[in-house]
């Protein structure tokens, strides 16, 4: 495999700070690859990543713009999978001849499609995969949970062996790559589907679209699991030209004793696709549910940080879209609910609708979705704060008003890319702020 990369030229197009980009370059430098680093972004909010590259000193940097020349030096280019189609230098790579791949696409050209389980979906991808992986553990199997998880598939290539199962969380940019190389995971899963992504499709039907990717290349022996009577997947129009068994996932096929750990709908959902899909490998669904019932969670997602004096603090910030945003207040209605940001495109009018019944107040963070949502008529009908530009801030003035037993519930139904560098950037400060508010 090194063979393949020594003394290539390799240009790394976005580094981002997902750690995408930096299990990327990690990669091709231990491969002996002559490595380029380029990103729109400048140093100052790249070094985080940059400081997880030290020890390869050797690696060039080319930050705060693209430049042609880089891309004529290159022989490969990784592209970052969060680079909007219609990318002027990624067209002028094209117009080159170039060699472009992204690092899902590496990774797919060292592991047979039947090692594969692919989650993907608009929300629930993490847990699913996480509950999968737990499961899994439980027959002694060999497997590795990677993908859109917070660290590169490509950290994982060296401990691949031909009789390892590899859990892929997919989102839709990376579902390209699987197109690129036309194959599908022999079992995928696809938990829901609603707006999202707008920012980046320009119309939902494009995003559905990759979101069907996943199982475009399967054949009638491999097994797409989906939700049932869920209005897009679940549908004729979705399901025409798949070959794939369809095998669909309730919430009602939990026993009704079942009581786990993770509250809300949306989570029984999570833990019946699970379910299904563990069967199909084998595990028996009563060790399966006794593990699954034990599940914590994953950071980011509805997680209880904090007990302050009978007051819950939830931190959700993973919920980027108004479907997430009602599915928490869904699970905690009556919070004090922390929203808003940047907008991806989305429709917030029945979102708008919901907050009125179901929640005791409002704070807002800045952004042009919490002025689409303050615009509606006839608006919210309950208490609003802000919009704040400094959690600290808007947590000291959540903490003058909250009373014991209530819940705060941090679940911004948006993007921050305002205020933040990402959704995980996000969380990790909110985390921060209600230490140093919350402390006493």
């Known amino acids: 495999m090194d063979s393949n990369f020594k003394h290539r030229k390799v240009l790394i197009f976005g580094l ?18 002559s490595l380029r680093v380029t990103d729109l972004k400048s140093q100052a909010v790249l070094q985080s990543s940059i400081d997880e590259l030290k020890k390869f000193p050797e690696i060039e940097y080319a930050l705060g713009e693209h430049k042609n020349e880089d891309i004529d030096w290159a022989d490969l280019i990784i592209r970052n999978p969060a680079v909007k189609p219609g990318n002027s230098y990624i067209e002028y790579a094209q117009k080159k001849g170039k060699q472009i791949e992204t690092d899902l696409g590496i990774f797919l050209q060292h592991i047979k499609p039947n090692q594969i389980i692919g989650v993907t979906g608009t929300k629930g991808k993490s847990t699913t995969a996480s ?25 994982a290539i060296d401990q691949i062996t031909p009789d390892t199962l590899v859990i892929l969380e997919i989102s839709s940019f990376q579902l390209e790559s699987f197109n690129t190389h036309q194959v599908s995971p022999k079992w995928a899963i696809i938990t829901n589907l609603t707006p999202d992504h707008l920012n980046y499709y320009q119309t939902m039907k494009q995003y559905v679209a990759s979101k069907k990717l996943i199982g475009k290349y399967q054949i009638k022996n491999d097994f797409l699991f989906i939700r049932k009577n869920d209005p897009i997947v679940d549908s004729p ?21 079942f009581k786990p750990f993770l509250k809300g709908d949306h989570n029984l959902e999570n833990m019946a696709a699970a379910i299904a899909l563990t069967k199909t490998l084998g595990v028996d669904p009563q060790k399966a549910l006794k593990t699954i019932q ?3 969670g994953i950071p980011f997602r509805m997680e209880l940080i904090k ?7 939830i931190n959700d910030t993973c919920a980027s879209s108004p479907e997430a945003g009602i599915q928490a207040i869904k699970t905690f209605p009556g919070c004090i609910l922390i929203c808003g940001g940047m907008n991806k495109g989305m429709d917030y009018k029945d979102y708008v609708k919901f907050l009125s019944q179901n929640v005791k107040a409002v704070f807002f963070l800045e952004g042009d979705s919490t002025q689409l949502i303050r615009g509606y008529k006839p608006g919210l009908q309950l208490q609003t704060f802000g919009p704040y530009n400094n959690l600290e801030k808007l947590l000291t003035r959540v903490k003058s008003v ?7 519930l941090f679940s911004p139904a948006a993007t921050s890319f305002n205020l933040f560098q990402n959704e995980f950037d996000r969380g990790r400060k909110f985390n921060e702020a209600v230490e140093k508010i919350f402390h006493d």
């Not at 999968?132 to 950290?155: C, F, H, M, P, W």
């Not at 129009?237 to 939990?254: G, H, P, V, W, Y």
């Not at 007990?307 to 603090?313: D, F, M, P, Q, R």
């Open 16 to 33: 981002g700070l997902n750690q995408g980009g930096v299990g990327s370059a990690k990669f091709f430098a231990s491969k002996g690859a």
């Open 131 to 155: 509950l999968i992986y737990q499961a899994l553990k439980t027959q002694k199997r060999e497997i590795i949970l990677a993908g859109n998880i917070g660290k590169s598939v490509l950290d």
């Open 294 to 296: 034990k599940f914590k």
């Open 237 to 257: 129009d979705f399901l025409k030209d798949l070959k794939a068994n369809i095998i669909r996932f309730s919430k009602t096929d939990l026993p009704k004793n």
């Open 402 to 408: 909250v009373k014991k037993g209530e819940t705060i």
């Open 307 to 313: 007990n302050w004096h009978g007051v819950k603090i």
